[in-house]
C-alpha cells in the first residue's frame, strides 16, 4: 500500500541530505571491570550516537542511540527496529522488536519479530553488527550493517532548542513543539489529530525522547485512535533549513506499526 500514512514519508535520498556530514573522531568511553584477570579496568565503547549507513539489501539506516543504550534503527522502507544494546570493550550486543509501517508487512506477511545484534563499536566512529531476526510468521533473516557516526550528535539538547514549528516535507502538515515540550500536528490527509510530549534524554547530546497519541483518524487510518506512539528524535542543524526526524512506534491491536518522519523547521 502506497497510500498517505500519517507521520512517516521517509525516502533514501532524504535520509541522506538529513543526516549529512557524518564523520568520525575520537569517542567517549564508559569505564567497567573485566572478571577475566581479576579486576582488571576495561573500558567500554559508547554506542551512543546518531548514525547512518546501510543493510545488506542496500537500504539506508539511520540509528539513533542514546548513551544509555536505547536503541531505533530506521529503514529507508518505512520499518522500525527499538531495543537495546549493551558495550562489552568495543563488542556489540543487543535485542530488538521490529514493526513495519502502516499497511506493509513482512515476507511471511506479519508486521512484527523480534532480533539479536552482535558486532563492534568504534566509539564516535561506527557501527558494524550483523543481525538475526525472526518475524511472526515464522520468517528468519539475517543481515549485515554497517554505519557511519554523525556529528551532529554532540550538540546539547534543550527544550527552548527544538521549540519552533516545523513543516512535514512531505505535505505540508504543521508540527508545533512548545517551550514545555508539548507538541500538536493536525493531519490534513488522514483527519488525525496527534497530541504528544518531547523530553530530554540527556542534555549533553542530540536525541530527544517523543510520546505521541492519536485520536480523529478517519477511513483506513482509524485505528489509530487511542494508540499512543513512543520512539526518538533527533534535530539536524547541518542542513538549511534545520530538519527534525522521529521515529516512533506502537503496536495497535496485534499489529506491530512502524511511523517514521522528517520535518523542515519553518
Not at 86 to 102: I, M, P, R, W
Amino acid at each position: 500500500m502506497d497510500s498517505a500514512i500519517p507521520w512517516k514519508r521517509f525516502a533514501a535520498a532524504v535520509a541522506l541530505a538529513i543526516l549529512a556530514g557524518c564523520g568520525g573522531g575520537g569517542g567517549d568511553t564508559s569505564s567497567g571491570t573485566s572478571a577475566s584477570g581479576g579486576n582488571q579496568p576495561v573500558t567500554n565503547a559508547s554506542p551512543g550516537g546518531i548514525w547512518n549507513g546501510t543493510d545488506g539489501q542496500g537500504l539506508q539506516v539511520t540509528g539513533i542511540i542514546t548513551e544509555t543504550g536505547e536503541a531505533y534503527f530506521l529503514d529507508s522502507d518505512g520499518t522500525q527496529y527499538f531495543g537495546t544494546v549493551t558495550t562489552s570493550g568495543n563488542d556489540l550486543a543487543g535485542s530488538f522488536t521490529g514493526y513495519t509501517e502502516l499497511g506493509k508487512t513482512f515476507m511471511d506477511g506479519s508486521t512484527s519479530g523480534t532480533g539479536t545484534l552482535t558486532g563492534t563499536v568504534d566509539a564516535r566512529s561506527t557501527l558494524s553488527f550483523t543481525t538475526t531476526f525472526n518475524s511472526q510468521g515464522g520468517g528468519e533473516s539475517v543481515d549485515n550493517v554497517l554505519l557511519q557516526y554523525i556529528q551532529t550528535y554532540a550538540q546539547a539538547s534543550s527544550l527552548s532548542t527544538i521549540a519552533g514549528s516545523y513543516t512535514e516535507t512531505a505535505n505540508g502538515d504543521v508540527l508545533t513543539v512548545n517551550s514545555d515540550g508539548s507538541a500538536l500536528i493536525q493531519e490534513s490527509e488522514t483527519g488525525c489529530v496527534v497530541n504528544g510530549t518531547v523530553s530530554i534524554v540527556n542534555a549533553s547530546y542530540n536525541a530527544y525522547g517523543v510520546q505521541f497519541s492519536y485520536s480523529g483518524c478517519q477511513g483506513e487510518f482509524a485505528v489509530l485512535n487511542g494508540s499512543t506512539f513512543n520512539g526518538l528524535a533527533t534535530l539536524d542543524s547541518a542542513v538549511s533549513p534545520e530538519q527534525l526526524i522521529v521515529g516512533t512506534q506502537a503496536k495497535v491491536g496485534a499489529t506491530g506499526v512502524s511511523i517514521i518522519i522528517t520535518f523542515n523547521r519553518t
